[in-house]
């Protein structure tokens, strides 16, 4: 899955990555790489969340 971010170093110079199509995924991180590590933790937290209220929502 390709997602496109938006990387931001912010002023108090920590970097925020958002998913730009899921504006709702965003993280902060001390560098750019732990940023960018963390946005993927969290679209998969959000990816699996999502299918389970689409699952969900079909059995009821």
Do not use: C, H, N, W
């Amino acid at each position: 899955m390709q997602v496109e971010v938006e990387l931001i170093q912010e002023d108090t110079g920590i970097f925020r990555a958002i998913a730009v199509a899921y504006p709702a995924v965003s993280v902060t991180g001390r560098t750019e790489k732990e940023a960018l590590g963390l946005l993927m933790e969290a679209m998969e937290k959000y990816m699996r969340a999502e299918a389970r209220k689409s699952a969900a929502g079909r059995r009821g």
